[in-house]
């Protein structure tokens, strides 16, 4: 499974953002796909994750401003970012839980200003 992040970019503080995430193969039955976040020096944080079945879960940081959606026709997950702050200044990263594996992208980066 090879996952490409994309979407980031910088936005002033307010704004919004989606990113994407394709898979390189079939979505549909991949238990947990979520996004992660880092910044420099720190630990990779959980932002957001959807179940095969849909369920979603978020941060508590990322609570009533971000959703996750995927689209398992498309092999593609989304993480719709609104009211964004400059705390959310981070690369974002995408996971994938499939089969007892692993799955990273690399990051996309995005720049929140003040």
């Known amino acids: 499974v090879q996952l490409q992040a994309s979407g980031g970019g910088l936005v002033q503080a307010g704004g919004s953002l989606r990113l994407s995430c394709a898979a390189s193969?079939?979505?549909?039955?991949?238990?947990?796909m979520s996004w992660y976040r880092q910044t420099p020096g720190k630990q990779r944080d959980f932002v957001a994750l959807?179940?095969?079945?849909?369920?979603?879960n978020y941060a508590d940081s990322a609570k009533g401003r971000f959703t996750i959606s995927r689209d398992n026709d498309k092999n593609m997950v989304y993480l719709q970012m609104n009211s964004l702050k400059p705390e959310d200044t981070a690369v974002y990263f995408c996971?994938?839980?499939?089969?007892?594996?692993?799955?990273w992208g690399q990051g996309t980066e995005v720049t929140v200003s003040s």
């Open positions: 193969g079939s979505i549909l039955n991949m238990n947990i």
């Open positions: 959807i179940s095969s079945g849909g369920n979603t």
């Open positions: 996971y994938a839980y499939h089969l007892g594996g692993n799955y």
